[in-house]
């Protein structure tokens, strides 16, 4: 199990270990819930929160629909191109 302190400032250094593991960057903001159990920790969303019905046609394709077959393949090679392979 890894420790750490609180300051005399109020400040708890999340070890790197954890912060590596999780992604977590200097300026990353979160939200603190007070627990029966103690305190939860949760990095708060870059983007608020949305709706489909939000964001329901704010890529316009003017053309005939696309398969899901053909959508797959596509990701599927831009990962492979993205990956060097």
């Given at each position: 199990m890894t420790?750490?302190?609180?300051?005399?400032k109020g400040?708890?250094?999340?070890?790197?270990?954890?912060?590596?593991?999780?992604?977590?960057r200097?300026?990353?903001t979160?939200e603190?819930?007070?627990?029966?159990?103690?305190l939860?920790?949760?990095?708060?969303?870059v983007?608020?929160?949305?709706t489909?019905?939000?964001?329901?046609?704010?890529?316009?394709?003017?053309?005939?629909?696309?398969?899901?077959?053909?959508?797959d393949?596509?990701?599927?090679d831009?990962?492979?191109r993205r990956?060097?392979r």
């Amino acid at each position: 199990m890894t420790t750490t302190r609180l300051s005399s400032k109020g400040q708890v250094i999340i070890p790197k270990d954890i912060r590596d593991e999780h992604g977590w960057r200097p300026g990353t903001t979160f939200e603190i819930e007070n627990t029966p159990g103690g305190l939860l920790l949760r990095p708060r969303p870059v983007a608020p929160a949305t709706t489909v019905d939000e964001v329901f046609g704010c890529l316009a394709y003017d053309g005939p629909a696309i398969s899901i077959e053909r959508m797959d393949e596509a990701v599927a090679d831009e990962a492979k191109r993205r990956s060097g392979r």
